[in-house]
């Protein structure tokens, strides 16, 4: 369908509009033998050309020039520009209308584009931090292992030489926790900043949650804390590496159990949600405040004395290398909940990212 510019199409009534007047006055001079008639019938068609002459001049006026307007603009916004915005929004009509909306979307444009500019420059800076850390881990696996090794082999020498009866024993006893304490740290460092890729096989994820479920339930042998698996039997087999994803839960029960004081329970829930399978982690414990809750992914930001605060950063990124989230919600005094989600066909996350 061949394409007519608005100017034409706004003639095309009008042309009609005079060439009846023309007819009429072709055939009032005929018909009307009468001169008065006839000037009449003349002045009335002269008329009508006059006033959709104007009325042309006024469209050009009114609805050219906004267009020509929104014509550059847009050209602006292709090339990028984000900071231009309509001159006749101020128009207290339709077209004022129009001009108001398209400088409301260029706004949201501009606020959308500042908002992944920044997150881009969060991720190049976590980027650049794990640079980082994958060479402070190199340099302290080398620096720190070899002299704990004789540390601790000094501390089982002199362990086995004191009598059974001596206090020193527990000092000794101490410090091989202590040491022990400071190798796991080396050794979470370094899994977190030099990280495995998964090892992806088609598995069971009820088997690989129940697995460390068990693991889980001998920790809390001598407390009131019960830990509950509801499998989800119509979940099926997908691709993941169990060894990961086995960590990843261990990390979050061992977390959740200690955040329990007394007595209380921790479940372990699986579940499908459109083209993820959902493990969700909830527990009964004082929950997480929200200072904190902001910081829990960072790596060595910990609530707790004794631990490294590496288990969560190095959890999500194992959840990210599968091509999923990891989410968190938390209720001071009431618990918290981690909810893990897997994509069922990892194939068809990678091409969506």
């Not at 500019?117 to 720190?144: D, K, V, Y």
């Not at 904190?292 to 631990?307: E, W």
Request: with cysteine.
């Amino acid at each position: 369908m061949p394409r007519l510019n608005w100017q034409l199409k706004a003639m095309l009534p009008v042309a009609a509009v005079v060439i009846n007047g023309l007819l009429l006055f072709v055939l009032a001079t005929t018909a009307f033998a009468d001169p008065e008639r006839r000037m009449v019938l003349m002045v009335a068609t002269a008329g009508a050309i006059i006033i959709c002459a104007v009325l042309l001049i006024v469209l050009g006026l009114v609805v050219r020039q906004p267009i020509k307007e929104l014509q550059s603009k847009i050209a602006l916004v292709r090339e990028g520009d984000l900071q231009i915005e309509l001159g006749f929004a101020n128009r207290n009509d339709e077209i004022g209308d129009l001009g108001k909306a398209f400088n409301q979307m260029i706004r949201e444009l501009r606020e959308s584009r500042e908002e992944i500019q920044r997150l881009h420059r969060t991720q190049m800076s976590r980027a650049e931090h794990l640079a980082t850390m994958g060479e402070l881990a190199a340099g302290l696996a080398h620096e720190i292992r070899n002299p704990l090794a004789g540390i601790a082999g000094v501390i089982e020498i002199i362990g086995r030489d004191l009598p059974p009866d001596s206090p020193a024993r527990e000092v000794v006893k101490e410090v091989r926790q202590e040491v022990q304490h400071i190798n796991r740290i080396v050794t979470d460092l370094l899994e977190t900043a030099r990280p495995k890729q998964p090892n992806f096989q088609v598995a069971n994820l009820n088997a690989t949650a129940e697995h460390a479920v068990i693991f889980a339930r001998e920790q809390v042998h001598s407390k009131p804390i019960q830990v509950e698996l509801i499998r989800d039997d119509q979940l099926p087999p997908i691709e993941h590496d169990a060894g990961q994803i086995h960590q990843v839960l261990l990390n979050l029960l061992l977390n959740a159990i200690q955040a329990i004081d007394t007595s209380g329970t921790v479940r372990v829930e699986l579940s499908k949600l459109d083209e993820h399978a959902v493990i969700k982690v909830t527990d009964s414990g004082q929950g997480i405040s929200p200072e904190n809750l902001a910081n829990i992914f960072r790596p060595f930001f910990t609530t707790k004395g004794h631990g490294t605060g590496l288990g969560l950063s190095l959890a999500r990124r194992i959840i990210e290398d599968h091509g999923g989230r990891i989410e968190v919600r938390s209720w001071m005094g009431k618990g918290s909940e981690f909810t893990l989600l897997l994509p069922l066909k990892r194939a068809a996350a990678q091409t969506a990212g």
